[in-house]
C-alpha cells in the first residue's frame, strides 16, 4: 500500500492505494489556497505516521531539474520546490507529479490504455491538459512541459467562424485552452449568441438536438479536433484516453473523436479517443505509480 495525495485547487485527497489500484481514502480537506502555513499543516494531519514514500498528485508544472512548482490554482505554495520542502517536514520521500501526468499513468497501468506503448491523455476539463506515456514511463520534456496541446493558436478552419482572441494564464493570446474547456465553451457561447450559458448546459442541449447549443459544438469540435489532430500527427499514439468534466458526456467525445480521425493522417480503424473519468481516484492511482517507478529507479 502507497500513501498518496491528490492536491488542486479546491481540495487536498489522502489515501491508501494498493497494488490494484484501488483506493482507500483517510480525510480530504479544502485547500489553503493563499495560506502556506495552513496548506502544510493539512498534509501534516493526513499523512500517516511511518517512514514510507508519499506520493502527490497535484495542479501544476514541476520543473523536473530545480524541483520547482508553478501552479495557478495552488498560490500559497506556486514557487517552492514543494517535495524538497515536504521531505524535511514529513521526513521521509515524497515524489510530485502533475495531475495529468498521474491521470496519464494511472490510465496506462489500470484503465482503457493499459498494454498500449504510445499513450496520449487529455483532460478537458476547467481547461486543456495531456500528458504522454511511452513505453509504460511518463515522458518529461525541457522545463516539465509535455503533452500541452491546449497553448498553441486556436484556429477554426473547417467552420470558419470567427473567434474571440483572449488572453491565456500561459501569458500568450489566442490558445486553444482558452476555449477549449468548460469555461472556453462557455466564451464560446457568449461569443457566438452574445448570452451567458453553463457549459453542461450547453453540452445538454447539444445532445438534445438544440440549434443554438448545435452551432456553438460545432465550432468547438472544429477548434479542439484541430488542435488534437495536429498533435496525435506528431506523437502518433495508440490511444488517447479522455478525462475532465467535459468527458462526462459519451457523446460529445464521441464526436470529437470522429473529427479527430478525420483530420489525422492514419486512417483509424476503430475509435482512438476513450471517455474516462478523472478526479482524485486517477490523481491518487497515478501518484502511487509514480512512487513505484521512481523507488524502483532507486533500488
Known amino acids: 500500500m502507497t500513501f498518496c ?14 497494488e490494484q489500484g484501488r483506493i482507500e481514502e483517510r480525510g480530504r480537506q479544502a485547500t489553503p489556497t493563499d495560506d502556506k502555513a495552513a496548506f502544510f499543516r493539512v498534509i501534516e494531519e493526513l499523512c500517516p505516521d511511518g517512514g514510507d514514500p508519499v506520493g502527490i498528485a497535484i495542479s501544476g508544472v514541476i520543473d523536473p531539474v530545480s524541483g520547482q512548482l508553478s501552479s495557478a490554482n495552488i498560490p500559497s505554495v506556486s514557487g517552492l520546490c514543494l517535495a524538497a520542502e515536504l521531505q524535511c517536514r514529513l521526513e521521509r520521500r515524497v515524489y510530485l507529479v502533475n495531475d495529468a501526468d498521474a491521470f496519464a499513468l494511472a490510465e496506462t497501468r489500470w484503465g482503457a490504455a493499459k498494454g498500449h506503448s504510445s499513450v496520449m491523455a487529455i483532460i478537458l476539463g476547467t481547461g486543456v491538459g495531456g500528458a504522454l506515456v511511452l513505453n509504460g514511463c511518463l515522458h518529461v520534456g525541457h522545463a516539465g512541459l509535455t503533452g500541452e496541446w491546449g497553448h498553441g493558436p486556436a484556429h477554426a ?3 470558419g467562424a470567427s473567434l474571440p482572441t483572449l488572453a491565456c494564464s500561459c501569458g500568450q493570446v489566442g490558445c486553444v485552452d482558452t476555449l477549449g474547456g468548460a469555461r472556453g465553451l462557455e466564451r464560446l457561447y457568449r461569443h457566438v449568441h452574445g448570452t451567458a450559458e453553463n457549459s453542461l448546459r450547453v453540452v445538454a442541449d447539444w445532445e438534445s438536438g438544440d440549434a443554438r447549443a448545435s452551432r456553438v459544438i460545432d465550432i468547438w469540435l472544429d477548434i479542439v479536433g484541430g488542435a488534437l489532430a495536429a498533435a496525435i500527427n506528431i506523437i502518433g499514439p495508440s490511444i488517447v484516453p479522455v478525462g475532465g468534466g467535459l468527458a462526462s458526456s459519451q457523446a460529445l467525445i464521441e464526436a470529437l473523436d470522429k473529427e479527430v480521425c478525420q483530420r489525422s493522417l492514419t486512417r483509424q480503424t476503430s475509435s482512438l479517443l476513450y471517455q474516462t473519468t478523472s478526479g ?17 529507479s532507486v533500488e
Open 5 to 18: 495525495f491528490d492536491i488542486g485547487g479546491s481540495k487536498i485527497v489522502g489515501a491508501w492505494v494498493d
Open 157 to 159: 478552419l473547417r467552420t
Open 280 to 296: 482524485p481516484e486517477q490523481g491518487l492511482a497515478g501518484a502511487a505509480c509514480m512512487v513505484q517507478q521512481r523507488s524502483d
